[in-house]
């Protein structure tokens, strides 16, 4: 069983960050762009990413291999190795750059006939608050973070500018989880706050990933 991850973000309208369909002549890839301010985020058909900031000039590339292993190529052309141990903690060259959610378990037992009508058993809830600033590497760490768990880039990258739209430097946010039976379906409903007591709701996610 592994525990979720979290660092940064998720979507608040579609239309906040619309993709636009580019093709790639030379690789007859099909290219999703998104932005957030100045930076301008390319999604290719493998899901990789290309961040680059409209401004600075600075170019990122994150190459993601599956949930837990990705590589991130710097503007200089130095390569860094990302991954996600079991606790859901992220390491860029085996350093920590995010460390897993803080874990709340629920005492709350739900009744009888709510467990009768539900698939969905809880197990725990995690607390995380993350920066919705930071440079292109951060930004990238985040959306490879929260991507498993979350949803969608347009939907990762519309949370940051929702948030960067209402002046919140960082965001609270609350994860409640939960497992079918026979733990092959995990489902994360994610909440999104801009102030500390999480009583300011920017947005509500919800996701259902498969485990096998």
Do not use: C
Request: hydrophobic letters at 40%; aromatic letters at 10%.
């Amino acid at each position: 069983m592994k525990k979720i991850v979290a660092f940064i973000l998720a979507v608040l309208v579609m239309g906040i960050i619309a993709p636009i369909t580019l093709v790639n002549a030379e690789t007859a890839s099909t290219l999703n762009e998104y932005a957030i301010d100045n930076i301008k985020i390319l999604e290719d058909d493998k899901g990789n990413l290309l961040l680059s900031d409209n401004v600075t000039g600075e170019k990122v590339t994150l190459s993601i291999n599956n949930d837990d292993s990705a590589s991130l190529k710097m503007n200089d052309g130095e390569t860094k190795e990302v991954s996600r141990d079991e606790a859901g903690n992220i390491y860029v060259e085996n350093k920590l750059e995010i460390p897993s959610p803080v874990e709340s378990v629920d005492s709350t037992v739900p009744s009888i006939q709510k467990r009768a009508v539900s698939k969905w058993i809880y197990f725990q809830t995690t607390y995380y608050d993350t920066t919705t600033q930071g440079n292109l590497q951060s930004i990238a760490l985040g959306l490879f973070s929260l991507m498993p768990y979350v949803g969608t880039v347009a939907t990762i990258a519309g949370i940051i500018q929702t948030a960067r739209n209402l002046n919140a430097p960082t965001l609270y946010v609350k994860v409640n989880q939960y497992h079918t039976k026979g733990y092959q379906f995990y489902k994360y409903d994610s909440f999104f706050y801009s102030n500390k007591a999480r009583t300011k709701l920017v947005k509500r996610v919800t996701k259902e990933k498969r485990m096998w």
